[in-house]
Structures are given as C-alpha cells and as structure tokens.
C-alpha cells in the first residue's frame, strides 16, 4: 500500500504544479488532506479492527484506495478543485483505515517477545516501500512519455504537449490502482491478528 500512496504522492505536486498551473501552496494544502484524514480515522480504524478483526477493514480500505487511485487517473489539467479534494479526501480515509488494522494483523502474528523485530521489519518494509514507489510510478510516468507515439526526443520539456504529459501521470495512477488492488487480495488471505 506504501508503494503505491508514496508514488501517487511524489507525482501530485508535479501534477498540481506543472499542468495544472497551481501555486505551491495550493498543492501543500491538497497534499495535506490526505494526512489530515488519515490522522483522524486512524485511532478509529485501530479501535475497529480490535474490535471486528483487522482483515476485513484492511482488505475493504485496499480496495477502496485501489478504486480512488483509478479515479485520480482520470485528473487532467482542466479537473476540478473540488474533485481533486473529495478524491484525496477518499485517498486518506482509505490509508486511514488500511493502516492500522493492517498493523495489528502484522504484529499480531510476532510472538510477545519478539513483536519489536515484528515492528522493525514492518517499519523496514514500509520504508522500502515508499522509495521503490516513488522510484517506481515515477518510471513508469516517464517511461509512458518518451514512448508516446507523438513524442519528440528533441523537444525542450516545457514544449512537450499537454496531453502526452497528462497520460504518462494517468498511467502512473493507473498502477498505482492495480498494486492497491494487489494489497486487497493479500489482506483478505493474510491470517486474523488474534483477540
């Protein structure tokens, strides 16, 4: 799931700022949204998920990240403020309610005296995450771009059409999409932390 939230967030701003034309401070403020939410359905995921189990709120959260994800794709430089907000709005409660559940279900797996290599291990592979998504959904943006039929290696960057740049993000989200979709089908087959 990190790997692809890191992802589409390291190519927002560039999206927010280079086609859509927003100040930087626009995009702080849309990138914040996500955190925001997150932060507050957090503690109300984890309370959840001790509750009713982790798995069916993780893989349901994947799922609905995966569908969010699809929708971002669809941004394009004439899309709407509002569309962009209530798509990041759903980004963040979807992170906000994977997250948790899916740290209890690690977690709950460790045995009592072995739960901090438990935690460093998720820590680790959180953070591995994170760097081969950026890595990741920024190749596959750029790599959507210089193979576009209508491309021109010698065209300056700030000359290179609109619509090109636009599909090389789209299919980056698109990925994104499809690991979320991935991280959903290893929720629902991951074990049940224990109650």
Same mark, same amino acid.
């Given at each position: 799931?990190?790997? /692809? ?5 390291? &190519? ?11 100040? +930087? ?21 984890? $309370? ?8 069916? &709120? ?7 990240? /995966?569908? +969010? ?8 430089? *004439? $899309? ?5 907000? !209530?798509?990041?709005?759903? !980004?963040?409660? #979807?992170?906000?309610? %994977?997250?948790?559940?899916? @740290? ?17 291990? @998720?820590? $680790? @592979?959180? *953070? ?10 920024? +190749?596959? =943006?750029? %790599?959507?771009?210089?193979? *576009?039929?209508?491309? *021109?290696?010698? +065209?300056?960057? =700030? ?6 740049? !636009?599909?090389? %993000? ?6 994104? =999409?499809?690991? /979320?979709?991935? #991280?959903?089908? &290893? ?5 049940? /932390?224990?109650?």
């Amino acid at each position: 799931m990190m790997l /692809a939230f890191s992802g589409v967030q390291y &190519l927002l701003p560039f999206f927010f700022e280079g086609v859509m034309g927003y100040q +930087t401070y626009v995009a702080g403020l849309l990138l914040a949204i996500p955190s925001v939410a997150l932060m507050i359905l957090g503690p109300i995921s984890g $309370t959840l998920s001790d509750k009713i189990g982790s798995r069916v &709120l993780a893989t349901g959260a994947a799922a609905f990240a /995966a569908v +969010t994800f699809f929708f971002i794709s669809y941004f394009t430089e *004439n $899309t709407s403020i509002l569309y962009i907000a !209530v798509t990041l709005l759903c !980004v963040g409660i #979807a992170l906000g309610i %994977f997250f948790p559940p899916n @740290m209890n279900q690690i977690l709950g797996q460790s045995k009592k005296d072995e739960e901090g290599v438990g935690s460093s291990i @998720m820590t $680790t @592979m959180k *953070n591995v995450g994170e760097t081969v998504g950026i890595a990741l959904m920024g +190749t596959v =943006a750029l %790599f959507t771009v210089v193979t *576009n039929k209508n491309f *021109n290696p010698n +065209t300056p960057v =700030a000359q290179i059409p609109m619509e090109i740049i !636009v599909e090389g %993000f789209a299919v980056a989200f698109v990925a994104a =999409a499809a690991i /979320a979709v991935i #991280a959903a089908v &290893l929720s629902a087959v991951a074990k049940d /932390a224990p109650r």
